[in-house]
């Protein structure tokens, strides 16, 4: 028997946002207990678009905070859940930066939003 609640909680601004999470986690079987109580790693986002006649373009920025828990014992990584099941798998993450571009082409007289 295993128990999960996640608590997300994001905050929008206009260029992007912040969204940081707290996960409580139970895992009853024989063999395998499990439990673990904490904040996952916070992701602070930023995103603009450059809208011109014939072309959009997106520029992202992704920035992962290690506020999670950077090791878990052995009894807190019985308490995770299958990835495949739910996406809150990982702690600890570290400092990650993901930048991005997407470009979009109008074609004809198409107005793309």
């Given at each position: ?61 992704g920035i ?8 878990l ?20 993450e570290?400092w990650?930066?993901?930048p ?14």
């Amino acid at each position: 028997m295993s128990s999960l609640i996640i608590l997300d909680m994001p905050i929008k601004i206009a260029i992007g946002g912040l969204n940081f999470n707290y996960v409580s986690s139970k895992n009853t079987t024989p063999g395998h207990e499990g439990k673990i109580n904490t904040f996952t790693d916070t992701l602070l986002y930023f995103s603009t678009r450059n809208n011109k006649d014939k072309y959009i373009v997106d520029y992202n920025l992704g920035i992962n905070i290690p506020t999670g828990k950077a090791k878990l014992s052995s009894y807190e990584r019985n308490a995770r859940m299958d990835e495949d099941l739910v996406r809150f798998a990982e702690f600890g993450e570290g400092w990650n930066f993901t930048p991005g571009i997407a470009v979009t082409r109008r074609i004809g007289g198409t107005k793309i939003c």
